[in-house]
């Protein structure tokens, strides 16, 4: 997803962070009387498409296994960031959401093959899931569309005490890392797999199909380091025997957005969702949800349809 803060989904964290929040900035302004003089929520309700309208619920597929962004509570619920944001947006939609659980590199088929309404599940918005690329630039499926709501980096987990002295992806080489496929650091690990073969030290990748899976490998010393979402690095960091299993190496890097996926064609719940997250920032329960979770430091001042880079 994570400083707490600081993202499933090579510049330096403060210079991305920046760029990426100044994506999330766009299109701040003020409205004129006759909006103010309007009930926003209401305006953002009668523009829900018809089938969630009359549904009265909007199905959210979510791979509901990486704390604190999503995860099962002790009543066997989701629960998380993106739960409560979810809830929240419900609220304001005036629809029951209704989670699905899917395997995170699911879920984008599973919207496009109509098994839910959207993804919410710590999708980092990046060109190879909007435009269908699969890891050698062809084109192998519609690509979806994202509306952005939070802003997140990739960090490095390591043993705590950090006894192989790793602080950059650099030093993963000659070493094996752990991590949840599909995932934007799956993405970030394969190109610097490459890196590390022209210096003829090879990295070597574990892949799973959950998070905790990559940790528990760090945890055995299987793994020198698992790459995570910073907000899911520093929840693990924190909650894991008493916070003395883990600690972040280094700064997080390769910042980008968290966006709710939408396919491709379904514009009007694309920018209904886009109001009603703004409306969520606006009410300030967007602030209040994300200081819950202590990730404050992604906050987005506003949402932005496929802003990421």
Known sequence: MPHLLHARRPAFAGAALAAAGALLLTGCGGGGGQAAASDPVKDVRAKLPKAQRSAGVLRIGM???????????????????????AAALGRILDVRVEFVDTPFDKLIPGLQGKQFDVAMSALSDIRQRREGLDENGKQVNPGVDFVDYFIAGASIVVPKGNPKGIRTMDDLCGRTVALQQGTNQDDIVTRQTAVCARTGR??????????????????????????????????????????NRFEV???????????????????????????????????????????????????????????GI
């Open 63 to 85: 791979d509901v296994n990486y704390a604190p962004v999503e995860f099962r509570g002790p009543d066997g619920k989701p629960t998380g960031l993106d739960p409560d944001l």
């Open 202 to 243: 090879q990295l070597t990748v574990h892949r799973f199909d959950e998070d905790a899976k990559a940790l528990a490998e760090v945890s055995s010393g299987a793994a020198a380091a698992g790459l995570n979402d910073f907000p899911v690095a520093a929840y693990a960091v924190k909650t894991t025997d008493g916070g």
């Open 249 to 307: 190496a280094g700064t997080q890097s390769t910042s980008n957005p968290y966006g709710i996926a939408v396919r491709k064609g379904d514009t009007e719940l694309r920018d209904t969702l886009s109001k009603a997250v703004d409306q969520l920032i606006r009410s300030g329960e967007y602030d209040k949800i994300l200081a819950k979770w202590n990730v404050s430091a992604g906050a987005a001042q506003n949402a932005v349809v496929n802003g």
